[in-house]
């Protein structure tokens, strides 16, 4: 049985994940730790409360402390892991997925999402059928604590902006209702709000922060004649852009123009990308003097490659950016506010500091695919794609089916966090593009349906 996919634990609420699981989780991490203090958080999300109690009674029963937090950011619950000296923490969130799933995200003492042999330790203790109870007399507490003003002062102390920023920040309806405003109105920045109630139903927009979510965040740009629009997922651990004119900034324009930015400002560096990251970005990240670390997809693996390789910085078109300068977890509200510094400091527009990023043509979509299929489907399409192309062309499968044509890549994965399967491409012109997008996405069609028959 395979719990973790590229960010954790994830399904749909009482059918992949219940409260069960919840529990069994909880016992685990009692087993594997041996005592201590673990940290729980969780976002808005209508299962929240339900499964953060599960898990809280399984961590109890086998002798750990817990220290509840509350609703808050992925970041926030991060960062006050290590702050607190736990020995692990769980964030309960589906980060950007619809309010029908929900999952558990788990961090080592350090505030670094787990590896692969934490996440091993954890399945084989779940596996496991006897479990160890603490004795009665050896039970420990369980506290309900606000500690978010921890990671605020942690910010503060590190950054100071200069302008009277006038920002327009979509909440989304989730984590960061609280600490993203109390960070931006101690830095002086005045503030439309949008979607700030809390709301495990997300009645706003999807909690994913695109393009399509974003049109009233565009409009309130334009309208309110904002320098900047910011919205946040489910539990902030990405962010999105909007220009001043009202225009969305796209994900691998923004990663690429923040990259640069770093990388030029500390003279060079490496930065760590997942396989599919655009191009693009790897060409900002070079010219201004950096290398790039390729990495499998997830902000795990980036968290893994920042540490190992001690880079400068890392991220995920998504939006999902790790500053190892503060900690090591994606954080959509440090983000924001650095690119707000890092504005400052260029002596730009916000549509200047995201210019000069070359753009080619991309298409990204997620095919749906039941998970009990994903293996074999992988394995079929890792063996007929290449045969597909009519292009020479170069295999790496680093993470998925990664093909490279000589105008272009096209990278098949499954995905970590849900049902399906995604397919990226992008290339020099948007007849290869289309082509290429065509020929992947009819072959995992026409594979689906054969394992499904």
């Given at each position: 049985m395979s719990l973790f996919g590229t960010s954790g634990i994830r399904g749909v609420v009482n059918v992949d994940l219940s409260p069960i699981l919840a529990l069994r989780i909880g016992m685990a991490l009692a087993r594997v730790f041996k005592g201590g203090v673990l940290t729980l958080g969780r976002d808005t999300r209508t299962s929240g409360a339900m499964l953060s109690a599960s898990l809280t009674g399984g961590a109890l029963a086998g002798g750990l402390e817990v220290k509840d937090l509350g609703v808050i950011p992925t970041p926030v619950l991060a960062y006050l892991t290590k702050s607190v000296s736990a020995v692990s923490g769980v964030?309960?969130?589906?980060?950007?997925n619809p309010p029908e799933f929900n999952g558990l995200k788990l961090f080592d003492r350090h505030g670094i999402a787990y590896d692969e042999d934490l996440q091993n330790q954890i399945e084989r203790a779940f596996t496991r059928e006897a479990h160890s109870y603490a004795n009665w007399n050896q039970l420990k507490d369980v506290s309900s604590v606000d500690l978010s003003s921890k990671y605020v002062e942690m910010i503060l102390r590190q950054v100071r902006l200069d302008r009277n920023w006038n920002l327009a920040v979509d909440i989304g309806s989730g984590a960061a209702y609280q600490v993203a405003f109390d960070l931006f109105r101690s830095l002086r920045c005045h503030v439309v709000s949008l979607n700030a109630q809390p709301d495990g139903f997300f009645p706003g927009r999807s909690p994913e922060p695109t393009a399509q979510s974003l049109t009233t965040l565009m409009v309130t740009v334009r309208t309110m004649k904002c320098d900047i629009g910011i919205a946040f997922d489910g539990d902030a651990d990405r962010v999105s852009f909007v220009d001043e004119s009202g225009r969305y900034i796209e994900g691998?324009?923004?990663?690429?123009?923040?990259a640069s930015w770093e990388t030029q400002k500390k003279g060079g560096g490496d930065v760590a990308l997942p396989v599919d990251a655009s191009l693009a970005v790897?060409?900002?990240?070079?010219?201004?003097?950096?290398?790039?670390?390729?990495?499998?997809?997830?902000?795990?693996?980036?968290?893994?490659?920042?540490?190992?390789?001690?880079?400068?910085?890392?991220?995920?078109?998504?939006?999902?950016?790790?500053?190892?300068?503060?900690?090591?977890?994606?954080?959509?509200?440090?983000?924001?506010?650095?690119?707000?510094?890092?504005?400052?400091?260029r002596n730009v527009t916000t549509d200047e500091f995201f210019s000069g990023i070359a753009t080619y043509p991309m298409k990204r979509t997620k095919i749906s695919c039941?998970?009990?299929?994903?293996?074999?489907?992988?394995?079929?399409?890792?063996?007929?794609?290449?045969?597909?192309?009519?292009?020479?062309?170069e295999v790496t499968e680093l993470d998925g089916v990664r093909i490279q044509v000589p105008s272009g890549w096209l990278l098949i994965r499954p995905s970590g966090t849900e049902p399906a399967i995604r397919l990226t491409v992008e290339a020099r012109s948007e007849q290869m593009a289309e082509y290429l997008f065509s020929t992947g996405h009819n072959l995992c069609m026409d594979r689906i349906r054969k394992c499904q028959s």
């Open positions: 964030m309960v969130t589906a980060s950007h691998d324009v923004a990663l690429g123009a923040f790897q060409e900002a990240v070079e010219k201004s003097g950096g290398r790039v670390i390729w990495t499998k997809v997830g902000d795990t693996s980036v968290a893994e490659a920042i540490t190992r390789k001690k880079a400068i910085f890392g991220g995920e078109p998504c939006g999902a950016w790790i500053h190892p300068d503060f900690h090591i977890c994606p954080d959509g509200i440090l983000s924001a506010i650095l690119v707000l510094k890092a504005i400052e400091e039941e998970n009990s299929i994903k293996a074999k489907v992988m394995r079929m399409v890792a063996s007929d794609l290449p045969k597909a192309l009519d292009e020479k062309s």
